[in-house]
């Protein structure tokens, strides 16, 4: 008995005491978005503004589920966070294959956990590399392993249309929700509430919150992709969204 109450007032401190919520992801999410001064921004530089916990945005441009790991970013954060912390995780826009030669970034093909591949590098040296899947849920269970709660959260859609409606996503949504569904952890299908905004504002519209490619927004953009990703949070079962104020409140659009 003694140690379940030291428990439940261990769990109250965390929820009250020092809580971050802490970003893992590649460009669309990063601070200067693409990075390379074009004035674009990504949507986790505006998450801040729903929420009432402080943020560390971790996000970088360019990186993959896989190349965070092989940097180090994952571990920075594992090191760092404390019981309660939450961490969203998205990645998806850069794990595609990179044909002969590879690209640091590329991950195995395929969702298994034990499926790899050999890939050669610019030297002609070799390297084995696992799967999106294997990366991410290593992420995951080691955040769990710690006392965080993982959030993970699949990639923006590009600003790619078929007529009035987003493009389909790429494999890396389904996979993004398997790695939350074997892990029993929340997910936010962030493609299809960003999705669900862009098709209610209109692609003329939408087409003004990319200024140089379709991936990465202006500021407008991204705070409109941060909208939608609190759209989903409330709509998901996620202790997070306990953390939302009302600004996060009123984002627009509904359950999906």
């Not at 940097?71 to 912390?85: H, K, N, S």
């Not at 395929?110 to 999106?132: K, P, Y």
Request: aromatic share 10%.
């Amino acid at each position: 008995m003694f140690s379940f109450i030291v428990t439940a007032v261990l769990s109250l401190l965390s929820s009250v005491v020092g809580q971050t919520v802490y970003l893992a992801g590649d460009s669309t999410m990063a601070p200067n978005g693409d990075g390379a001064g074009t004035g674009t921004d990504g949507w986790g530089q505006y998450l801040g503004q729903y929420l009432t916990l402080p943020i560390s945005n971790q996000a970088i441009a360019g990186r993959s589920a896989r190349s965070f790991t092989e940097e180090g970013r994952f571990t920075t954060i594992i090191d760092d966070a404390v019981a309660g912390d939450f961490v969203i995780i998205e990645f998806g826009h850069n794990d595609g294959l990179s044909g002969d030669v590879d690209n640091g970034r590329e991950d195995a093909f395929g969702d298994s956990l034990t499926v790899t591949a050999t890939v050669t590098e610019t030297d002609g040296s070799t390297e084995v590399i696992h799967t999106f899947n294997y990366y991410m849920t290593n992420a995951v269970n080691s955040l769990k392993a710690k006392g965080a709660i993982p959030i993970v959260s699949a990639q923006t859609p590009d600003n790619i249309w078929d007529g009035d409606v987003i493009t389909a996503p790429p494999r890396f949504v389904p996979y993004a929700q398997e790695v939350a569904g074997n892990t029993s952890t929340t997910y936010i299908d962030h493609y299809d509430y960003v999705a669900q905004a862009y098709e209610a504002i209109g692609e003329t519209t939408v087409n003004t919150y990319y200024p140089i490619d379709h991936t990465h927004t202006t500021v407008t953009g991204a705070n409109i992709v941060a909208e939608a990703f609190v759209r989903g949070l409330l709509c998901s079962s996620s202790t997070l969204k306990t953390f939302v104020n009302s600004a996060g409140a009123a984002a627009p659009n509904g359950c999906l």
